[in-house]
């Protein structure tokens, strides 16, 4: 699996500008990433294998109890 973020141009003050605009996007719910919660941790190969098979769209959350 390759992970890869987002690379600015060289030109002066473009990351800064992004990171603001994107943070403003996130702050105010404009972008929402999916989240998939998966319960108990018998149930993390199940996930895994959905994610890997395109079962599952943004990141899959395998939860534990508390306690």
């Known amino acids: 699996m390759t992970l890869s973020g987002y690379h600015a141009s060289p030109r002066p003050g473009v990351e800064e500008e992004w990171a603001g605009r994107f943070g403003g996007w996130l702050r105010s719910g404009a972008i929402r ?10 149930r993390a190969p199940e996930a895994w294998a959905g994610l890997v098979a395109g079962q599952y769209a943004g990141t899959v959350v395998v939860e534990l109890p508390r306690g």
């Open 33 to 42: 990433f999916p989240v998939t919660p998966v319960s108990g941790i018998g």
